[in-house]
């Protein structure tokens, strides 16, 4: 069983469309990630999650949403994108201690998106 | 100022050798955590390697290992006996202390081709 998976692997959306992309997580860790690989540009992390709360929100603008209904699911709600919005979306999760401390994150495959 | 660095956008390496890929980073935390990760073309980011700030010795994880020295602020993965498989980008990332959300920060990334 893969450990973080996410729905589609690949998709293609025109500028006013509205679609969702989907991480799920089976490692039993407490937090979870989105992150933004643009083309030639270190990872930016988009958001994170713990225990179903968000604790971090890197001035991301609003047409991205997310939202983690339970530790396991995460999900990135997109609206009215940029072309420049194009870029591989990864999810990660690990443990994240109360001290703030993150064992190691575990990434899943990704997301190309495609924004036309 | 730029907390992780990677200076080789890419390296050759031939197939059955040893190859050392560079990252240094910048901190003024005590306590803090290297990593390094694998993405082959597919997108997957995949963990290989982890070292503490106040580990003793250097981590090492089959064919990888880090040379991690402290003073120098460096933290270089080295791939012994290369495959054609390790063809992939790599890229090193740091995590800070506590309170910082399980933030993880990325180095820019160097593409590693390895040559039969």
């Known amino acids: 069983e893969t450990g973080v998976t996410q729905t589609p692997r690949h998709l293609v959306m025109g500028m006013t469309n509205k679609k969702s992309l989907k991480c799920e997580q089976h490692?039993?860790?407490?937090?979870m990630y989105w992150y933004k690989q643009s083309a030639k540009k270190p990872l930016e992390l988009m958001f994170v999650y713990s225990l179903e709360e968000r604790v971090e929100n890197n001035s991301v603008p609003s047409r991205f949403s997310p939202e983690c209904p339970n530790s396991s699911h995460l999900f990135l709600h997109l609206h009215t994108l940029q072309p420049e919005d194009s870029a591989l979306y990864l999810c990660?999760?690990?443990?994240?201690?109360?001290?703030?401390?993150?064992?190691?994150?575990?990434f899943g495959p990704g997301t190309r998106l495609t924004v036309l | 100022a730029q907390k992780i660095t990677q200076t080789q956008p890419g390296m050759f390496v031939q197939e059955k050798e040893a190859v050392t890929l560079d990252c240094t980073y910048d901190?003024?935390?005590?306590?803090?955590?290297l990593f390094w990760y694998k993405q082959p073309s597919s997108g997957e980011m995949i963990f290989l390697i982890y070292?503490?700030?106040?580990?003793?010795q250097n981590a090492t994880e089959g064919r990888y290992s880090l040379n991690f020295q402290k003073a120098r602020k460096s933290a270089n993965l080295v791939i012994s006996a290369s495959q054609l498989g390790d063809s992939a980008m790599y890229f090193c990332?740091?995590?800070?202390?506590?309170?910082?959300?399980?933030?993880?920060?990325f180095g820019q990334g160097t593409e590693l081709s390895v040559k039969p």
């Open positions: 490692l039993g860790h407490n937090a």
């Open positions: 990660a999760s690990s443990h994240l201690r109360t001290s703030g401390y993150t064992d190691t994150q575990y």
């Open positions: 901190t003024s935390d005590p306590s803090y955590g």
């Open positions: 070292q503490g700030s106040y580990d003793q």
């Open positions: 990332a740091m995590r800070e202390g506590g309170n910082q959300g399980g933030k993880l920060i």
